[in-house]
Structure formats: structure tokens, C-alpha cells
């Protein structure tokens, strides 16, 4: 056990795959009770069957009202909702010129207004409690923005100046909110997986940590933003990107 989180209830939203599963997973190890929210069915079986989460509950987040029917549930069988994970987000790239606006609205639906939906329904048990962590995921493109994702990088900045403002007007109640910004980690949301060596090469040559990242490098941040060593930290946006772009040619030390 690296942190103990015997008794502590986390809600991860997008547990069904990718990065939120492996939270889930590492929450679990950690002691938690474990709620896991997703829109897909299939994703969540799985978890089911793989004992991945205490509670499974199909949820589009996009959703106020499914949000708060999850939040009612969770709050009736366990009592309260210690841990936040705001993981779940969507990508679509395209040029801005001709991006298709309801693709717009459909990237700010998940990516932010999800984010609030979750936030709103999350609080009062948070104030109730006078505790509470709440966790967004961002991304390296709320730092530095990708041509053809401006609006999955808008959205992730918006989530940072959530996570800032959030901070603030929940600090009084014991509620601490941090952003981390993930760089490249080969899930189904992007193509990182199916690269070919050079063009491979080509983006790690972005990184200080010449590896892909790895989905327990995000759940391990969690688990820590989650436990007691990170108290005094709120507001902040953390970067486990494996250094990427810390200098301006990460690439060169490499090359020698
Ligand atoms: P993924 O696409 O593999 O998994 C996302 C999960 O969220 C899926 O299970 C999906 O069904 C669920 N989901 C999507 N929309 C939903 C909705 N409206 N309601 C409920 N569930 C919904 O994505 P991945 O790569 O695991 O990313 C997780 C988070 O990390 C996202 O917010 C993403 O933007 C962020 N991130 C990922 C990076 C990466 O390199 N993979 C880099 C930077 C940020």
C-alpha cells in the first residue's frame, strides 16, 4: 500500500477505460471505495466483472440531472463522497476554420460543462462533510495548444481557470481542487499507440522522460492529491507530462 485510503470514497468519472480505469484500479488497491461513472455500457461491465469499482453507474456527464441521480445514489449507500476525479474528456481536431460547431459544443459539453455538471452535484456532500478533494483532469494542451485542437485545448484551459476559481470558493469549507496535465499517454483517445518508429521518435523527442507515459503515472498524482501528504495544495495545476517541452529541445540531450 502507498497511501492509505481505507474508508475514503472516490468517484472517478470515465472509469470505463483508459486513464480512469487504472485510477480506479489504484483507488481500489489504496483501500477506497471506489464509484466509476461512464457512458459506456460495455466499459462498465467490465469493470464490474473485473472488480474494478464497489459501484459501476452508466452516466453521460453531459447530463445535469443523470449526474445528480448518480451523486443522490452514491451519497444513499455510502454516506458521502470524499474524492472527485473529474476524468472523463473527449478530443476532436480539425482547423478552426472549418471545425464543425456542434463539434465544438460537444467537446465543451463533456470537457467542461461536464466538469461543472459533476462539481455542482459534488459539493454540498463536500461542505456537508467539511472535506473534500477534487481532482480535473487537464491536459498539456491547456499549456501549450496543438494546431487543429483548439477546441480540446480551450476546453482544457477552461478546466485549469475552473480548478483556480474553484479553489478558491470551496477553501473555506476543507475542500482543496487541483488540475494535472497529462502529456502523452497511447490510449483510444489518440493515436499515440499506432505510430510508426520515426514519427514515434519524432514526439518523444517532446519529452525530457524519453517514454510514453503510463495511466498509473496519472493515478498515482491522484492517489496523492487524494491522500493527507497533499493538504496545503489547492489551485494548482500539475504537470506529468514526463517534462515535455521543459526545455525547448527536450530531444537534444538524447541525440547527444
Ligand atoms: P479515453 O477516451 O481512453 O477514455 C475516456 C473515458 O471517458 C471513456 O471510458 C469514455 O466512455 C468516458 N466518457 C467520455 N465522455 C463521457 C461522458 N459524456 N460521460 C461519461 N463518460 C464519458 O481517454 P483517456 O486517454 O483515458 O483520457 C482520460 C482523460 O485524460 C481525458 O480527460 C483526457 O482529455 C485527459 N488526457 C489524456 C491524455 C492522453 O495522452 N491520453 C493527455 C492529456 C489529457
Do not use: H
Not at 462533510?129 to 499549456?143: D, K, V
Amino acid at each position: 500500500m502507498q497511501i492509505d485510503l481505507s474508508g475514503r470514497v472516490v468517484l472517478v468519472t470515465g472509469a470505463g477505460r483508459g486513464i480512469g480505469r487504472t485510477i480506479a484500479q489504484s483507488f481500489r488497491r489504496e483501500g477506497a471505495t471506489v464509484v466509476g461513472l461512464d457512458r459506456d455500457p460495455e466499459a462498465l461491465a467490465e469493470l464490474r466483472e473485473e472488480s474494478l469499482a464497489d459501484l459501476a453507474l452508466n452516466c453521460d456527464i453531459t447530463d445535469p440531472v443523470q449526474v445528480r441521480e448518480a451523486i443522490a445514489m452514491v451519497d444513499e449507500q455510502f454516506g458521502r463522497l470524499d474524492v472527485l476525479i473529474n476524468n472523463a474528456g473527449i478530443n476532436a481536431e480539425g482547423p478552426l476554420e472549418s471545425f464543425d460547431p456542434a463539434l465544438w459544443d460537444q467537446v465543451f459539453a463533456v470537457n467542461v460543462r461536464g466538469v461543472l455538471n459533476t462539481c455542482q452535484a459534488a459539493i454540498p456532500l463536500m461542505k456537508r462533510q467539511g472535506a473534500g478533494r477534487i481532482i480535473n483532469a487537464a491536459s498539456f494542451a491547456a499549456i501549450i495548444p496543438s494546431v487543429d485542437a483548439a477546441a480540446y485545448g480551450a476546453s482544457k484551459a477552461a478546466v485549469v481557470q475552473m480548478t483556480r476559481v474553484l479553489a478558491s470558493e470551496l477553501g473555506p469549507w476543507g475542500i482543496t481542487v487541483n488540475a494535472y496535465a497529462p502529456g502523452m499517454i497511447p490510449t483510444a483517445m489518440n493515436g499515440f499507440a499506432e505510430l510508426e518508429d520515426a514519427a514515434a521518435s519524432t514526439k518523444l523527442d517532446q519529452l525530457s522522460i524519453r517514454r510514453w507515459g503510463l495511466p498509473e503515472d496519472v493515478a498515482n498524482l491522484c492517489l496523492f492529491l487524494a491522500g493527507d501528504l497533499s493538504g496545503y495544495i489547492t489551485g494548482a495545476l500539475l504537470d506529468v507530462s514526463g517534462g515535455k517541452f521543459a526545455t525547448q529541445d527536450p530531444g537534444a540531450a538524447s541525440r547527444g
